[in-house]
């Protein structure tokens, strides 16, 4: 059973930097591709960043390219987002997903069959 666990959320103002995680189990870590996403109130759930199974590829919404880092720790089996240069417009609740089957790195949500609980990010001054 894959489990995912974020964590990392909170309060920052416009154009300070948060780091999520995701911690995942039930797999070996290499046969994931994980995404990240995010659903803002009143909004549908979007795809910020991903990579594929073994990080051969790995995507950006041009929404954070530029400003969002995608990075693994094999050893943690732990994956983070480092956000930069936080907009209000980043604010919502983020969430990293899993896929096994295909391995591959997707912006839709209905690739990935795992979910983690979220994690609540608040830009605002």
């Known amino acids: 059973q894959v489990q995912l666990v974020e964590s990392g959320g909170g309060l920052v103002q416009p154009g300070g930097s948060l780091r999520l995680s995701c911690v995942a189990s039930?797999?070996?870590?290499?046969?994931?591709?994980i995404g990240w996403f995010r659903q803002a109130p009143g909004k549908e759930r979007e795809g910020v960043s991903c990579f594929s199974r073994g990080f051969g590829r790995i995507y950006y919404a041009g929404s954070v390219k530029g400003r969002f880092t995608i990075s693994r720790d094999n050893a943690k089996n732990t994956v983070y987002l480092q956000m930069n240069s936080l907009k209000p417009e980043d604010t919502g609740v983020y969430y990293c997903?899993?896929?096994?089957?295909?391995?591959?790195?997707?912006?839709?949500?209905?690739?990935?069959?795992?979910w983690g609980q979220g994690t609540q990010v608040t830009v605002s001054s």
């Open positions: 039930g797999r070996p870590f290499d046969d994931y591709a």
């Open positions: 997903a899993a896929d096994v089957r295909f391995g591959d790195c997707s912006a839709f949500a209905n690739q990935y069959p795992y």
